[in-house]
């Protein structure tokens, strides 16, 4: 089944305290990117990434880091997290580029106390 | 950062009416994407809108992009519970995917039976 897949779905952990959150798809896509989702301030884009190797910053990447060694795996990486952080992260990718359909994780909620 | 504008925010009405949707802009799209997303889940990918005056069909569904690509409507006939959910636009400006990709903060959607 294709699918894009996060871990960990749900995470409560406290301030200044490195974490990663994984996300894997199985459909040879090339782009990849990271979202948080807030109430009234909607999906804002974190990062993205056209290929191995290849990241961008999207809209709100302070605080943040990711990584593309391999072209399934996209992590994201908080290396001091700081309450600001707490929201509902996705991960999605596409085949192609972001002017193509995105396929969507099921979302990682992070607190951050 | 290209802005989306969505409205209305929060729309709830009856089993079997109409409605529409708006997502405005003040920049030119290369390609416009729409997404329902349900409470516990990723968007998911209804359509895309690529050319100008472009008018697509989803069963109850029809979605158009504006003639001058900085627009598009999602307008649902005889709306059904099952509509219910979050409709976000999705706007990308290179054509050629290199750039990220912003999302509208959203229509929550309620449809009563």
């Known amino acids: 089944e294709a699918q894009v897949t996060q871990n960990p779905r749900y995470l409560i952990t406290v301030t200044g305290k490195k974490l990663t959150v994984t996300c894997s798809q199985n459909?040879?896509?090339?782009?990849m990117s990271w979202y948080r989702q807030d109430p009234g301030l909607g999906l804002r884009q974190i990062y993205y990434?056209?290929?191995?190797?290849?990241?961008d910053k999207g809209d709100v990447p302070e605080g943040y880091k990711v990584s593309r060694k391999e072209k399934r795996n996209f992590p994201l990486i908080l290396e001091s997290p700081s309450p600001n952080q707490t929201s509902l992260y996705f991960c999605?990718?596409?085949?192609?580029?972001?002017?193509?359909?995105?396929?969507f994780g099921d979302g990682t909620r992070l607190s951050i106390l | 950062t290209q802005l989306l504008e969505q409205s209305p925010q929060f729309l709830s009405i009856q089993e079997g009416e109409n409605l529409t949707v708006y997502c405005n802009s003040s920049?030119?799209?290369?390609?416009l994407q729409w997404y329902r997303q349900e409470p516990g889940e990723g968007p998911v990918l209804l359509v895309t809108?690529?050319?100008?005056?472009e008018v697509k069909k989803l069963k109850r569904l029809t979605f158009q992009f504006g003639d001058a690509r900085k627009d598009s409507s999602l307008h649902i006939t005889a709306a059904q519970p099952g509509d219910t959910g979050l409709y976000l636009c999705?706007?990308?400006?290179?054509?050629?995917?290199?750039?990220?990709?912003?999302f509208g903060k959203g229509t929550h959607l309620i449809i009563q039976p």
């Open positions: 459909m040879n896509h090339e782009y």
């Open positions: 990434s056209m290929n191995v190797e290849v990241t």
């Open positions: 999605a990718s596409s085949f192609g580029g972001a002017y193509q359909p995105q396929h």
């Open positions: 920049s030119v799209f290369s390609s």
């Open positions: 809108v690529v050319t100008g005056g």
């Open positions: 999705a706007g990308e400006t290179s054509g050629g995917g290199a750039d990220g990709l912003t």
